[in-house]
């Protein structure tokens, strides 16, 4: 049974930090490339940051960059997401994503809430 479960939001103040964990079950980890989606209210949903599993690149959303940094550890089948100098506008249910492109195939977390708010 495949199972993301994300953990470590929560209601933070603008400019504090959080950590974020999805920790995967089910399937080979090290096969697949796994990201962090966000949605806000009235919002579609956005890529916020991605981990390749071949060569480890990193990519992140504009809106992030030098504030988020995403990492994996395949030994605990988990990806975490580090935010610092979080804003208002971070505010929004983060997802786990892994994409394993050459199966076609793509599981997803239920999301963790995270509110930026003095």
């Known amino acids: 049974q495949v199972q993301l479960v994300e953990s470590g939001g929560g209601l933070v103040q603008p400019g504090g930090s959080l950590r974020l964990s999805c920790e995967a079950s089910?399937?080979?980890?090290?096969?697949?490339?796994m990201s962090w989606y966000r949605q806000a209210p009235g919002k579609e949903r956005e890529l916020v940051a991605r981990?390749?599993?071949?060569?480890?690149?990193?990519i992140y959303a504009d809106s992030v960059k030098g504030r988020f940094t995403i990492s994996r550890d395949t030994a605990k089948n988990t990806v975490y997401l580090q935010m610092n100098s979080l804003k208002p506008e971070d505010t929004a249910v983060y997802l786990c994503?892994?994409?394993?492109?050459?199966?076609?195939?793509?599981?997803w977390g239920k999301g963790t809430l995270v509110t930026v708010s003095s």
């Open positions: 089910g399937f080979t980890f090290s096969r697949y490339r």
């Open positions: 994503n892994a994409a394993n492109t050459y199966v076609a195939l793509e599981y």
């Open positions: 981990i390749y599993n071949i060569d480890s690149r990193k």
